[in-house]
């Protein structure tokens, strides 16, 4: 008489575990049914809402940098420093290096002495470099892309 009880409540779970997952089965056909009408909705919409791409290293190409004036044509010579970013910079006791990237993405590595352009490397500091114009003044760049004129540094 026990053994019939015992097969009677597994029959009795089993069969209320099989209801169960009937309706798990409904409501996931749901979620797949709503899910194949969103995406039918985003192919339908596909092309309306393009977004350009920008570039990270343009900037602002369209204005002018703020707190300078337009130098003589400065800034649309190709190696001028307007046109570059500071990207690194490597300090040690025997040599010390600046990394700098145009709007292409081609990085330019340099050492104190050497020249960018007209621009000559001076110095470096933690956060920012030197460069030196041929007209002896100074231009500096730091990491947020803040190009400043100097007569001395």
Do not use: W
Request: glycine share 8%; hydrophobic share 35%.
């Amino acid at each position: 008489m026990n053994l019939i009880r015992i097969f009677l409540a597994l029959f009795i779970v089993s069969c209320l575990n099989f209801s169960a997952m009937a309706d798990n089965h409904k409501k996931k056909e749901e979620v797949v049914d709503k899910a194949k009408e969103i995406t039918k909705k985003l192919k339908e919409q596909d092309g309306l809402d393009e977004v350009p791409l920008n570039d990270p290293f343009a900037g602002n190409e369209g204005s002018t940098r703020p707190g300078t004036a337009s130098l003589d044509g400065e800034e649309e010579d190709e190696m001028s420093l307007y046109n570059f970013k500071l990207v690194g910079l490597i300090s040690g006791t025997e040599n010390s290096y600046v990394s700098l990237a145009n709007s292409g993405g081609e990085v330019f590595t340099l050492t104190i002495g050497q020249f960018l352009g007209k621009n000559k490397l001076v110095d470096m500091r933690l956060t920012e470099v030197i460069f030196q114009k041929e007209d002896k003044k100074y231009m500096i760049i730091d990491f947020n892309n803040q190009i400043r004129e100097a007569d001395e540094y």
